[in-house]
């Protein structure tokens, strides 16, 4: 620590901001869920209204196969869950933070990249 240049006070500050390792590890899991365009299509399409998995595979034009193992990961991470109506199981998004990051990066493209 001998050969910081910053001062105590924000040496303090920066060691009570950080977040722990588990939390920043937390965060980052949130953070992987949008690095994939078919998971980024499926949340926008939930965002809209709750789907079936044959529904959104079609809107998407993506196969059935490929929409289930992105459910899964999703509700894995607790972002989405299930309502059944009869032997139609329906996907709807949970955590309101999704929405809310989908947005903020939409917003980060329209103003910042373009």
């Known amino acids: 620590m001998e050969n910081l240049i910053v001062d105590l006070d924000t040496l303090e500050a920066i060691e009570q901001y950080l977040p ?6 937390g965060i980052g ?3 992987s869920v949008f690095s994939d365009v078919t998971r980024l299509k499926i949340l926008s399409a939930l965002s809209v209204d709750e789907l079936c998995v044959s529904d959104i595979a079609t809107i998407l034009d993506i196969n059935q196969t490929t929409v289930s193992h992105q459910l899964k990961l999703l509700r894995d991470a607790g ?18 933070y999704v929405e809310e990051a989908m947005s903020m990066g939409a917003r980060y493209i329209c103003e910042i990249i373009r």
């Open 29 to 31: 899991s949130f953070y």
């Open 20 to 25: 722990s390792n588990a939390d920043l590890s």
């Open 79 to 96: 972002m989405v869950s299930t309502r059944r109506n009869g032997k139609v199981i329906f996907y709807h998004i949970i955590n309101k």
